[in-house]
């Protein structure tokens, strides 16, 4: 049995469109006998309603938390009530917009200018206002900010305790804490479901995936990969758009 985890945006799907080479991919794999886990910096309700039919599970908030099918937690992550505190207190030194997600809510503080922008990609309800963050069970957080200047003055404020993974043009980046991440998670999972870590192939294209890609036995990275990721790759797949996923598995006889 392999295991082949798969980032979401720019890997997998445009927003929640997976193109039809990969759905095929996905479903050619499952028959081989392949589980599928789904390993995201998004939350699990987002991912559970629009990715269930490719998965048999689920890494998500940037690998705090991993999900084999409807219930069975195979990692569990949460961040701690002074982390939470100690984030929040940076951000708000730097006027910077933030979203922390749990299991069902994602909880908005600080400027208040990025609660329309950030609530507007999640499901209707999804996005809560939220005065004190720091006492809910949160797994990980985005980012709003207002130009790339104020992005770098929150990266430079959180440096050594985060990473941000931008979101393209859009000015919001979801942040990986560190001390956990998709690299972690997927060990985890490997380790959980008895399947030796040679057997493990991770795809991705954000800078969250290098600790994926580099905990998998097999890390490839699509074309549209950001630089950074693609030097750590095993393999450099093509685009998104260009089959990336399909003519990935079909480098490494999954399908």
């Keep these: 049995m392999n295991l ?12 929640k469109d997976v193109p039809a080479s990969a759905e095929k991919a996905i479903r ?22 629009n990715f269930h039919k490719y998965a048999n599970g689920y890494i998500c908030n940037n690998g705090r938390l991993a999900v084999m099918g409807c219930c069975e937690r195979l990692y569990d992550d949460p961040l701690k009530e002074e982390e939470i505190r100690e984030i929040v207190r940076r951000l708000d030194s730097v006027d910077a917009g933030y979203a922390f997600f749990g299991e069902e809510h994602g909880y908005y503080g600080g400027n208040m200018e990025g609660f329309e922008i950030m609530s507007s990609v999640w499901d209707p309800g999804f996005m809560k206002k939220m005065d004190d963050i720091g006492s809910q069970h949160v797994y990980n957080f985005d980012v ?19 990473l941000l993974n931008p979101h393209g043009p859009h000015p919001t980046a979801d942040v990986t804490v560190l ?31 290098i600790c994926m890609i580099e905990a998998a036995g097999h890390g490839i990275a699509m074309g549209n990969a950001v630089d950074a990721l693609k030097e750590k790759a095993e393999f450099i797949t093509t685009d998104i758009l260009d089959d990336g996923v399909w003519n990935g598995c079909k480098h490494y006889g999954l399908i």
């Excluded at 082949?4 to 927003?15: E, N, Q, S």
């Excluded at 006998?33 to 998004?42: E, K, P, Q």
């Excluded at 997927?186 to 800078?207: C, H, M, S």
């Design 144 to 162: 709003w900010f207002r130009d790339k200047e104020h992005r770098l003055e929150i990266e430079k404020e959180l440096e050594g305790m985060c």
């Design 179 to 209: 001390g956990s991440d998709k690299g972690d998670a997927l060990k985890a999972v490997a380790e959980k479901l008895n399947v030796p870590i040679e057997k493990t192939y991770a795809f991705g294209d954000g800078i969250n995936d």
């Design 28 to 49: 050619q794999l499952r028959n081989n006998g392949s589980v599928i886990f789904i390993c995201t910096g998004r939350a699990l309700p987002y991912v559970r309603r």
């Design 4 to 15: 082949v985890f798969f980032d979401i945006d720019g890997t997998l799907a445009i927003r």
